[in-house]
């Protein structure tokens, strides 16, 4: 007889995973998934690490450009200190009041005024390595200049000059010229400059004198850049408020195109503002400083890959890392996933069946854990449900019936009422002829309304009734009351709850418009939505506030109403149709009330457009 083979010792007996509980196969679930992220500790914190050097770098490099700006300020708040100068002295303004006239033609002024003039320019500029050259321009176009006679021309027209414009405009306010290459210099290599300039005027007569203009050289900048520790500055650019280039400096290695482009892509406004962009295909952070006193705007460019060098190394290693483990943590999840949700998917997707009306489904019960006894649950509770609604489903279609028919007969009572009272008013004051109009609509009314057991009719049916109430209501009002249809012919043929629009009128006319000396309109709508009916009664009457129309609606929708509201009337027909096509449509119907003071009341059904003769409740 053959013994049965022994297991080895060190295979301890473990249960199938079958049997696990789904407590034990979520223990190891969540094991795995604090573990990994353990793991990626180190990658994170770097992370962290990487963002506060980003940030600081960011502070770092928008305190540089913004204390250059501030110097830049500095050197043009002095250059317009030197363009007010000529206004204060009476010998300049002598001399270019002289020659202020443009019939002097090319007259030239005497020695003794040149000397006058060079001296005087001299004094302003003296030190001043920045400045390329101070020019006064006289009326007659002679041009006064710091400069030697040899290298600027004597007369300039100052109308054939660009920035001309711009200093008129400014009208004796300084003006920050671009760059531009002035005509008046004899330069073999013309060059560019940006200038500060003014309109003279006389001060007793306010008349034009001339124009004293100062032309800067691009090296302003340029020392400015140098004053400042700025490692691996990227590229910089400098514009006015109209992106007019001042000055452009790029970095060595930068791969940045024209300024104009550089611009439109970074869309940077007149502030002080800081961002990282996608530039070329590169990453730079954006940094822009605005000058409100001198309209000009600083940007920089700086590489996102010179701020983070040093880190690079070790950025790419923790990436890897990262990458490494996400995809282990990953793998494990998604197995782990997969056999711990596929009975659950399946119990899912019964019970999504069920929920449609599918009572024969059943679970395969495959595991002994929890979500296997689950399973078998829901096996039981199906059958029970499936023998429960067969039991339970002609007694709850009766309840129905019987609940219609108890809503419906609780509308007819009110209305009778109010109708033999103005039967009995008009028999008083009018003829009989009147008397018997208003009893034949009246008949059609009852008829109609307890003529047979019919819960849906026709919507043409529901209009003419609607008609014949409304006849009964004009005998009464007069022409107070106006109606007007509104429906489509195609919906005529629809089916539609009986004594659905009466109650709605009714409203309207008792609660909107009935006590208005001048009366009212009520329009009645019916149109069709894809596969909806809306159906709108509408008055223009006295309407209600907010917080009246909320209570309204929320009368309506509740199953009850306060005792106080039944005595008053309030919202009794109108619950009543809430109920009503609660109980015949579900969840598929709408009921909105709208209005506002003065403006009269809307209200309007959505109900699932249905054929003749339909299945409805």
């Known amino acids: 007889m053959n013994k049965p083979a022994k297991k080895p010792f060190w295979k301890p007996s473990i249960p199938p995973l079958s049997q696990w509980s789904l407590r034990s196969k979520t223990l190891v679930i969540f094991l795995l998934l604090i573990g990994i992220p353990l793991g990626l500790q180190g990658a994170l914190t770097y992370y962290d690490f990487s963002v506060s050097t980003e940030r600081r770098a960011t502070d770092y490099s ?18 317009r200190r030197i363009t007010l100068m000529p206004v204060y002295d009476p010998s300049v303004l002598a001399i270019l009041k002289k020659y202020s006239g443009p019939e002097l033609g090319y007259q030239r002024p005497s020695v003794d005024e040149l000397e006058k003039m060079l001296l005087y320019m001299a004094s302003v500029t003296y030190d001043r390595p920045e400045i390329r050259g101070v020019q006064i321009f006289a009326g007659n176009g002679y041009t006064f200049s710091n400069l030697d006679s040899n290298t600027i021309r004597s007369f300039t027209n100052l109308a054939l000059e660009s920035w001309h414009e711009q200093v008129q405009k400014a009208d004796g306010a300084w003006v920050l010229i671009p760059t531009h290459r002035p005509s008046y ?12 300039a003014r309109l003279i005027r006389e001060p007793n007569t306010n008349r034009p004198l001339g124009v004293v203009k100062i032309d800067l050289k691009l090296d302003v900048f340029r020392q400015i850049v140098s004053n400042v520790k700025f490692e691996d500055m990227g590229s910089l650019l400098v514009v006015n408020g109209q992106n007019e280039l001042f000055f452009k400096e790029n970095g060595e290695g930068q791969p940045l195109g024209q300024y104009e482009e550089l611009l439109g892509a970074a869309d940077m406004p007149n502030a002080s503002t800081s961002r990282r962009m996608v530039l070329g295909g590169y990453s730079y952070l954006v940094i822009s400083d605005y000058s409100a006193y001198s309209d000009i705007k600083m940007v920089s460019f700086v590489p996102i890959r010179s701020l983070m060098k040093e880190t690079n190394e070790l950025r790419n290693m923790t990436l890897l890392i990262g990458i490494i483990c996400l995809t282990l943590a990953g793998a494990l999840a998604t197995y782990s996933s997969y056999r711990l ?101 009246l008949g059609r009314l ?9 819960r849906t009719v026709r919507l043409g049916d529901e209009l003419e009734t609607a008609l014949a109430y409304v006849k009964i209501q004009q005998l009464r009002y007069g022409e107070r009351l106006r109606i007007l249809f509104d429906v489509e012919p195609d919906l005529l043929h629809q089916t539609v709850p009986k004594l659905l629009l009466q109650p709605m009128i009714e409203n309207a006319i008792y609660h909107g418009i009935g006590d208005s000396e001048q009366g009212g309109t009520i329009w009645i709508n019916a149109v069709s939505f894809e ?6 009664v509408r008055d223009d ?11 309204l609606r929320d009368s309506v929708a509740f199953s009850s109403l306060s005792a106080a509201q039944e005595r008053e009337g309030h919202g009794v027909a109108l619950r009543n149709i809430h109920q009503r096509l609660a109980l015949m449509y579900g969840d598929t119907f709408e009921f909105h009330v709208d209005g506002s003071p003065g403006a009269g009341t809307a209200f309007t059904i959505a109900i699932p457009l249905q054929k003749e003769g339909g299945n409805t409740l």
């Open 446 to 454: 009852l008829r109609y309304t307890v003529g047979h057991d019919r």
């Open 62 to 79: 928008a305190q540089l450009v913004g204390q250059m700006n501030q110097n830049l300020d500095l050197t043009l708040k002095e250059m």
């Open 531 to 536: 596969d909806v009916l809306l159906l709108t």
């Open 185 to 196: 210099y004899f330069e073999r290599e013309p060059q560019d400059y940006f200038a500060v």
């Open 541 to 551: 009457g006295r309407g209600m506030p907010e917080a009246e129309m909320e209570k």
């Open 341 to 441: 949700n596929r009975p659950l998917a399946a119990l899912k997707n019964k019970m999504r069946l069920v929920e449609q009306g599918d009572f024969k489904q059943r679970v395969q019960v495959e595991t002994e854990d929890e979500i296997g006894q689950l399973s078998r649950n829901f096996n039981r509770m199906v059958e029970r449900i499936d023998r429960l609604v067969e039991e339970v489903y002609v007694i709850g279609l009766r309840e129905k019936e019987a609940e219609l028919a108890a809503l419906q007969s609780q509308i007819n009572p009110h209305f009778i009422y109010n109708t033999l009272e103005s039967i009995n008013m008009l028999a008083i004051r009018r003829e009989s002829e009147l008397v018997s109009d208003m009893v034949t609509a």
